[in-house]
């Protein structure tokens, strides 16, 4: 073919008539090659209430020895671009933080630029031509030397996922954390740690590892090792459905041994005394593999009960699963798994999107952070003279309960959800079942009509409360409309999958980074068929300024302090540290003894939610109830989640000058990629797959400017013209005097078309069908009057230049 013909070709012409010949005369077969993979979603934009999906990233060709080992990445440009041109997208694409291949190649149809990231070759790089594409097992030997992948282990390295018609497929990065921990622990390592965030399918992940392990007898009997009854239900009814037969789930503190597949909670396998333990009725070498989910709840302490079922298995493979990548107290997950052999962070699954990005509302309240000393002689309501001294943030609802601020946190969450939506489903964090019954009975009253109308609006969701946590199925079921609302201490903070949870409130002391995570845990789902693309922190007690994470978490979209008088919906500290005595249920404690214990309010003074009685009858209560003391808002700040992970504090405008800045280096750069763009509506259609809202812009900086305008004038600080001034601009220079009166009075309809409603659809060859153009003649018609299709376009050409004529 002659270049000036290829030049002609698009890219998937490229792919289709030059590279994929040449895979194939290489030995790839269809089975090996993908092509177009689409291997993340994009992520999830906000600013205020707008949200829009930006493009993700997708790569022309992935080449896989076995389908879940892909070991090389091409990327295509057409023929106007040179052989290396898609090398740096591809490298990109090919890195650890992405599919995580070795070899890398770049292609215009008139070769390959091939990378090679194993430093096997003599060179990085070098140009092949298009008969000299490596073979498959010319590649997967590298990829073996590169790996140290032995003949012994090659078996279980390439053994197949568990892939279900029409099932989903591994993700990018469950491929990654499966692949890693085959390989280590079929190189012989035996304590393996994963760090994948709330969300991102850690229980499909353990599945495809023990699936493969034990389809190639590399383990032959597993225990998978939970701390809730609904995660073991979920797995064995779930992910883990396919080992059918095989599996058991352990109850009633009964041992069977003719399973191979074992589900427990630790709770089920382990008692009080060491003579109660279950678990020792299987012999120390009967499990060949232990999966532990939510390993920092437990084995991360040398003295918990799970640390003695994990030793007393001391000769088993042992794989750790947690969401939390760092703990803060003395104790760590690293301690007895070691460092994480793969780390798929809350951040990264935002910029992937596959997890939902979120705002943050920041509430100071003047008595958290100034504090309140009382009165001499001051009684509370029930009498009791409160103690003399200063309480601030720390005693808030735990030592001292201020009624009007409950009431004034209530009001916030209640005008929250009145601005957005009534119905999203919010769970508010108390700090004791006490805390929790009296916000539930605030927010009722705060949301009168709606609780009156169905009773279940609002809910206490706690463990002492049967009622309530019988509501738990039908607040995490997409399909239940209530309840709504749900207040609660500890229950809900970690092993519930909110899928459509859409509000998280922080009225709460949070005492851990590891509590934290499993709290916001609880919102990072996305669940589009239900419009659940991001959710909101409303933070009361700074926990999101005292656990920022920026490395695992990124940051926030959104962190807004609004004035007391102000809505708590965006527009577009004093405290102490935390303390180990603060983390009542996080980092090694555990909720078995029941899971509300603390919650209910016992504690070692005998003292039950505040007024019960315990040894000495003059004892202090445990709380002082206060109604006649004012609560006021002193700050309320709002900061959006920026894609590179940092806190934005900005507007629309900023928001989109920084995007623009990003992807044109000047204005001049802009300018001429506007006037070479043969439609507008493609650049502006790329700047929308980039999260840049063009026409909220519009709204916010003018209606009534093009998206030229608007991009000169927020990007550049160019003056902005609006569509009309242009289109008149237009008329002014005369321009239609060299067309006949016929399409002197087209072009004139076209540019009042353009006028009021801009660019796009004048760009649209649909736009002659309609009025007033139809009435001039039919799309043919017309085009035969300007002499031809060609000369049609060359005056649309030409009033498209006029319109954006600069200067």
Request: proline content about 4%.
């Amino acid at each position: 073919m002659k270049q000036s013909a290829k030049r002609k070709l698009s890219e998937r012409d490229i792919c289709s008539k030059f590279i994929m010949p040449s895979l194939e005369r290489a030995g790839w077969s269809q089975n090996q090659i993908r092509e177009e993979v689409n291997f993340t979603v994009g992520p999830i934009v906000v600013r205020g209430n707008m949200v829009r999906r930006s493009k993700g990233k997708r790569a022309d060709f992935v080449l896989s020895f076995r389908p879940n080992l892909p070991i090389a990445v091409i990327e295509a440009k057409d023929n106007n671009y040179t052989i290396g041109a898609g090398m740096q997208q591809g490298l990109d694409y090919a890195g650890e933080h992405a599919l995580d291949v070795p070899f890398v190649f770049s292609s215009n149809g008139d070769g390959f630029l091939f990378h090679d990231r194993t430093g096997l070759y003599k060179q990085v790089e070098r140009e092949l031509t298009l008969d000299e594409f490596p073979s498959p097992d010319e590649l997967w030997q590298k990829y073996r030397q590169w790996k140290g992948i032995g003949d012994d282990i090659e078996p279980l390295i390439t053994q197949p996922y568990y892939l279900q018609t029409g099932g989903h497929e591994p993700r990018y990065y469950q491929r990654i954390a499966v692949n890693r921990t085959v390989e280590a622990i079929a190189k012989g390592q035996k304590r393996i740690l994963l760090t994948m965030a709330t969300g991102t399918g850690k229980t499909f992940t353990a599945f495809q590892i023990i699936w493969r392990l034990w389809k190639a007898g590399a383990a032959k009997r597993i225990l998978f090792l939970v701390d809730r009854t609904a995660l073991a239900d979920q797995a064995k009814n779930g992910a883990f459905k396919p080992f059918g037969s095989a599996m058991t789930k352990i109850q009633n503190r009964t041992v069977d041994k003719a399973y191979e597949i074992y589900i427990a909670l630790y709770q089920a396998v382990t008692g009080n005394d060491e003579d109660d333990d279950i678990f020792t009725d299987f012999s120390p070498d009967f499990f060949d593999l232990i999966v532990i989910d939510e390993c920092h709840r437990g084995s991360a302490a040398e003295d918990s009960s799970w640390r003695r079922v994990l030793e007393y298995f001391k000769c088993a493979t042992q794989i750790g699963l947690t969401a939390t990548p760092k703990e803060t107290h003395e104790v760590s997950n690293s301690d007895y798994f070691g460092e994480p052999i793969y780390t798929y962070s809350l951040k990264k699954g935002i910029a992937d999107g596959f997890l939902a990005p979120y705002k943050v509302v920041r509430f100071d309240l003047d008595k958290d952070l100034a504090g309140w000393r009382p009165e001499a002689g001051k009684l509370d309501r029930y009498g009791n003279e409160i103690e003399d001294r200063i309480y601030n943030q720390r005693d808030m609802d735990k030592k001292l309960v201020l009624d009007q601020r409950t009431r004034l946190v209530a009001r916030k969450v209640s005008e929250f959800l009145t601005a957005t939506d009534r119905f999203s489903k919010t769970i508010v964090f108390c700090e004791d079942i006490d805390h929790a019954e009296r916000m539930r009975q605030a927010l009722v009253n705060e949301n009168a009509d709606l609780a009156a109308a169905n009773e279940r609006y609002v809910v206490r969701i706690t463990g002492d409360n049967p009622v309530g946590k019988d509501e738990l199925p039908n607040f995490i079921d997409p399909e239940s409309k209530y309840p709504v609302i749900a207040t609660t201490s500890k229950l809900m903070s970690t092993g519930i999958d909110a899928q459509t949870c859409k509000l998280i409130v922080l009225d709460r002391r949070i005492g851990s980074m590891t509590e934290f995570k499993q709290i916001i845990g609880r919102g990072t789902r996305i669940n589009e068929d239900y419009g659940k693309y991001f959710f909101t922190i409303i933070d009361f007690k700074k926990a999101t300024e005292n656990f920022a994470d920026p490395d695992f978490d990124g940051f926030p979209a959104v962190i807004f302090e609004p004035d007391i008088n102000d809505s708590p919906v965006p527009p577009a500290s004093d405290e102490a540290t935390p303390g180990k005595d603060d983390d009542l249920v996080a980092d090694g404690g555990t909720l078995d003894e029941p899971e509300w214990k603390d919650e209910f309010g016992i504690f070692d003074d005998g003292w039950i939610d505040g007024y019960g009685h315990g040894d000495d009858e003059d004892a202090s209560p445990k709380k002082y109830y206060v109604d006649d003391v004012s609560v006021a808002i002193v700050a309320e700040r709002v900061q959006y989640y920026g894609e590179d992970g940092k806190l934005v504090t900005e507007s629309l405008k900023d928001y989109t000058r920084k995007k623009l800045e990003a992807e044109y280096v000047s204005l001049d750069a802009f300018l001429k990629a506007w006037t070479a763009a043969e439609r507008k509506s493609a650049i502006i259609k790329e700047l929308e797959e980039q999260g840049v809202f063009l026409k909220e812009l519009a709204e916010e900086v003018g209606r009534d400017y093009d998206p030229f305008d608007l991009i000169c004038h927020v990007a550049f600080d160019q003056p902005p013209l609006t569509r009309r001034e242009r289109a008149e601009n237009v008329r002014k220079r005369n321009y239609f005097t060299q067309y006949g009166q016929y399409a002197r009075a087209l072009l004139d309809s076209l540019l009042d078309k353009y006028a009021n409603e801009g660019i796009s659809n004048l760009e649209d060859p649909k736009v002659l069908r309609i009025k007033p153009f139809s009435e001039m003649g039919t799309p043919t018609e017309i085009v035969q009057r300007f002499g031809g299709l060609a000369a049609y376009k060359r005056a649309l050409a030409d009033l498209d230049r006029e319109l954006y004529r600069v200067g």
